[in-house]
């Protein structure tokens, strides 16, 4: 069986890590926590022009997408350099919006394909708070089958995650309702995003540790040598690769069970990299100041937004009782791949 992206998907993921690479990501993030969002807002118009809004907005709205393999893999990286902002709530909104149709999907879609509009997204399914609503140009709220505009928003409230500003929006009286839409929808995506955007995370963090296991010094020997480091970093790389197949499924599939249980297998596994990372790093781990703080709290952060682990476990258990079958991915070419953009 081939499960691998194509050429070209590969490609634009390796363009993503290179642009990453040299934005100084950390420092954005950093600025981020303290509610300073120019290095972020500037990071966010770089990846819009990559294309990587348009990718989950229709080309009936100026966009590429939905192409749901590609914006995993986009997320993957957009985990491993821990970009900060509202990013998998504006690409759930933009699936929200597109189904919704009509002035309102014409009126944004084409600005968040673009980069011109950064806007949040709350709903039952995700808790009652929306991400970096004071760095937004829109909050939307989705309450069962009612999407409304909410009037403003509260102050920001403590989070795991200080780049993960959270704010409770203001939505009645006066919020603008937008019609009816599918917000069950909109949250299989948004879980989605969070499972890949926790596996860029967890390979982060592995090979952040990896590279501190090879250069820290005990005993006259690097620690990485010894045999119960070892033994942590393969169960890390383990876990990790395991969960890679589960998002990639997830991702031809779209099926909700498959969206659940690689939200379960990245998060945990994400999770499991964190609590690696503090261990093989020492005190040093805990340190604020040090930018290995960056992913280990996202890790913790992304576990359980858009789905705890007992949710997935849930929706997984729920969907095999029911006798819903999910569709298993058949061998897989470099064209077949290219079939999911539809």
């Known amino acids: 069986m081939r499960f691998l992206p194509d050429p070209e998907q590969a490609e634009f993921a390796r363009t993503l890590d290179r642009m990453l690479a040299a934005a100084d990501t950390p420092s954005a993030a950093r600025a981020w926590a303290a509610g300073e969002h120019a290095a972020g807002r500037a990071l966010w118009g770089r990846l819009a022009e990559a294309g990587v809004f348009a990718l989950g ?35 759930a ?12 999907a014409k009126d944004w879609l084409p600005r968040i394909a673009a980069g011109q509009a950064v806007v949040t997204l709350t709903m039952p399914e995700g808790g009652p708070y929306a991400l970096d609503a004071d760095a937004t140009d829109a909050v939307f709220v989705a309450d069962g089958a009612r999407l409304a505009l909410a009037t403003g928003h509260g102050p920001v409230r403590a989070s795991l995650d200080p780049a993960r500003r959270l704010f409770r929006p203001r939505t009645a009286p006066g919020g603008e309702p937008l019609g009816q839409t599918d917000a069950a929808y909109a949250a299989d995506r948004a879980a989605f995003l969070t499972a890949a955007q926790s596996l860029g995370v967890g390979l982060a963090l592995l090979w952040r540790t990896v590279e501190y296991a090879k250069q820290r010094r005990q005993f006259g020997a690097a620690i990485g040598s010894f045999q119960a480091v070892k033994h942590r970093l393969a169960d890390t790389f383990t876990a990790l690769e395991f969960a890679r197949p589960l998002l990639l499924g997830a991702a031809v599939t779209q099926a909700p069970a498959d969206i659940a249980a690689a939200k379960l297998a990245c998060g945990e596994a994400a999770y499991a990299a964190a609590r690696t990372a503090l261990q093989v790093h020492g005190a040093i781990g805990y340190t604020a100041e040090y930018d290995l703080s960056l992913w280990i709290t996202k890790a913790r952060a992304l576990r359980t937004a858009w789905g705890s682990p007992s949710a997935c476990r849930a929706a997984v258990l729920r969907s095999r009782s029911e006798g ?9 070419t470099p064209g077949a791949w290219r079939s999911s953009r539809g």
């Open 57 to 91: 907005v229709p080309e009936a709205y100026e966009g590429l997408g939905p192409l749901p393999v590609e914006l995993a893999l986009a997320f993957v990286e957009l985990g491993r350099h821990a970009v900060p902002g509202p990013l998998v709530e504006t690409v």
């Open 93 to 104: 909104a933009a699936a929200l919006l597109g189904r919704l149709g009509g002035a309102v």
């Open 324 to 332: 819903a079958r999910t569709p298993v991915p058949g061998p897989r």
